[in-house]
């Protein structure tokens, strides 16, 4: 059972910068695909960066050139780098991995895309809060 534990979320000014962790547990490198994704409140949950099994990355516009997601497959870490914050940056963010939708085979392997659907998640953090002020 893939566990994952979020961290390094908080309270910083608008142009600041955060890094958020994901430590996953139960958890193969290259047998999901990961992501982060962001709720604000009253609002729906958000793909907001995303990494497949063959290392692609897909981002929501509204983040590109800001965050960049990696992981340490050595640590079985996750990472997004968010620079640049705004305050409508601001949510809870949720690391995810999932093993759904898009993909393809290749030399007999299965690769998974990234995917910044929800839908295409199975396993998902409980969250660390993010807060830009103005």
């Known amino acids: 059972q893939v566990h994952l534990v979020e961290s390094g979320g908080g309270s910083v000014q608008a142009g600041g910068s955060l890094r958020l962790s994901c430590a996953a547990s139960g958890y193969t490198y290259n047998e999901y695909r990961l992501g982060w994704f962001r709720q604000a409140p009253g609002k729906e949950r958000e793909g907001v960066a995303s990494?497949?099994?063959?290392?692609?990355?897909d981002y929501a516009d509204s983040v590109k050139g800001r965050f960049t997601i990696s992981q340490d497959n050595a640590k079985n870490t996750l990472y997004l780098q968010m620079n640049g914050l705004k305050p409508e940056d601001s949510a809870m963010y949720y690391c995810?991995?999932?093993?759904?939708?898009?993909?393809?085979?290749?030399?007999?392997?299965?690769?998974?895309?990234?995917?910044?659907?929800?839908?295409?998640?199975?396993?998902w953090g409980q969250g660390t809060r993010v807060t830009v002020s103005a």
């Open positions: 990494i497949g099994s063959d290392d692609t990355t």
């Open positions: 995810a991995a999932g093993r759904r939708g898009r993909h393809f085979t290749f030399a007999e392997r299965l690769y998974l895309l990234p995917s910044l659907s929800p839908d295409d998640f199975d396993h």
